[in-house]
């Protein structure tokens, strides 16, 4: 079955550094991949999709992802943490399931950044 | 813009209730979904419809059960809430049965079972 994993459910960064979320998929055919972004008391947002036109993918705020199929990973970047990016973000893998396709969500990841 | 309502963002209710929750979408979009948010769990899939009057299982369906009368509307009904049912529902929609369309997710509706 198709599934996603977040590597740490905790990440800490000082505000200018580099952004890295871990996300690994299993899936024995090509994945749709989505990385989503949760602020405080609000649903998720989009902020960007991987649906194979290309490896890497720019999303919204400056955040990017590189589809890598030889590690099965689909990492979420930022080169400069800024402060309005403390969030909880998810990583996301598209299936089908009988007559339909449902998004399949990962554990998650809060992002705090540091002064 | 898409717009998805979740009729009531915090609820209490008491143990062995009814609950309903209310979900629409204002932008014609086929599938609705149910998901449950619980800290380190991430976001588990209760219930999803694909089309008027049709639902599928998610991952978590027991003690749940859901109503889809109208495109634009789909329910989430607790039939007897239980304190293990206190959590964040997310609702959802996403147009069409391909496999790359985003979820458009309501702010969430927090339920709190004593």
């Known amino acids: 079955a198709q599934s996603v994993t977040q590597l740490g459910s905790h990440v800490s960064v000082s505000e200018g550094a580099l952004v890295l979320l871990r996300c690994n998929y299993s899936s024995s055919v090509p994945p749709y991949l989505f990385w989503y972004v949760q602020y405080p008391n609000q649903g998720l947002q989009l902020l960007l999709k991987?649906?194979?036109?290309?490896?890497l993918v720019k999303g919204i705020n400056g955040f990017e992802a590189e589809f890598k199929k030889s590690e099965t990973s689909f990492h979420l970047t930022k080169p400069s943490a800024h402060m309005s990016d403390a969030a909880e973000y998810f990583c996301?893998?598209?299936?089908?399931?009988?007559?339909?396709?449902?998004?399949?969500f990962g554990s998650g990841t809060r992002l705090s950044i540091r002064p | 813009d898409v717009k998805v309502t979740q009729s009531s963002r915090y609820l209490v209710k008491r143990t062995g209730e009814k609950v309903f929750l209310e979900c629409v979408q204002d932008?014609?979009?086929?599938?609705m979904f149910w998901y449950r948010q619980d800290p380190g769990l991430g976001l588990r899939l209760i219930y999803f419809s694909y089309d008027v009057k049709m639902k599928e299982k998610g991952d978590i369906p027991e003690g749940y059960s859901v109503s889809r009368e109208k495109k634009e509307r789909f329910s989430l009904i607790l039939e007897s809430a239980s304190t293990n049912q206190t959590s964040m529902y997310l609702c959802a929609s996403r147009k069409g049965q391909g496999l790359t369309g985003e979820l458009f997710f309501g702010e969430g509706s927090r339920l709190t079972v004593l």
């Open positions: 932008m014609d979009h086929e599938n």
């Open positions: 996301a893998v598209s299936v089908v399931d009988s007559s339909a396709s449902k998004i399949i």
């Open positions: 991987y649906t194979s036109a290309a490896t």
